[in-house]
Nanobody
Framework: QVQLVESGGGLVQAGGSLRLSCAAS????????TGWFRQAPGNEREFVAA????????YYADSVKGRFTISRDNAKNTVYLQMDSLKPEDTAVYYC????????????????????WGQGTQVTVSS
């Protein structure tokens, strides 16, 4: 059973930076996609970014492209989300999720593709 643990959330002023971490344990497959999603109060959970463990291809939502960077450390089974130039509209609970099966690039933004989810970490950006 895969477990995902997020960390790194907090309160930051607009224009600031945070780095989120997602540590995975318990899995055995090397063909994972790990995604970051976020959910603000009253909103649906939305895709933020994703990365493939094999090959390292990355995918971003248009709203964060150029400001957020997803990366991975295979040796630590950890995925990071570096968030720069944060805006108040980035305020949300951020979740990491893992897909144990191959997902076509056209579907990495779909919540339904992900098998395991972390508990979430709060990011609050003040104006």
């Amino acid at each position: 059973q895969v477990q995902l643990v997020e960390s790194g959330g907090g309160l930051v002023q607009a224009g600031g930076s945070l780095r989120l971490s997602c540590a995975a344990s318990g899995g055995s497959s090397s063909v994972y996609t790990t995604g970051w999603f976020r959910q603000a109060p009253g909103n649906e959970r939305e895709f933020v970014a994703a990365i493939r463990w094999s090959g390292g291809s990355t995918y971003y939502a248009d709203s964060v492209k150029g400001r957020f960077t997803i990366s991975r450390d295979n040796a630590k089974n950890t995925v990071y989300l570096q968030m720069d130039s944060l805006k108040p509209e980035d305020t949300a609970v951020y979740y990491c999720a893992l897909d144990e099966t191959y997902t076509p690039s056209t579907l990495v933004r779909s919540l339904m593709r992900y098998d395991y989810w972390g508990q979430g970490t709060q990011v609050t950006v003040s104006s």
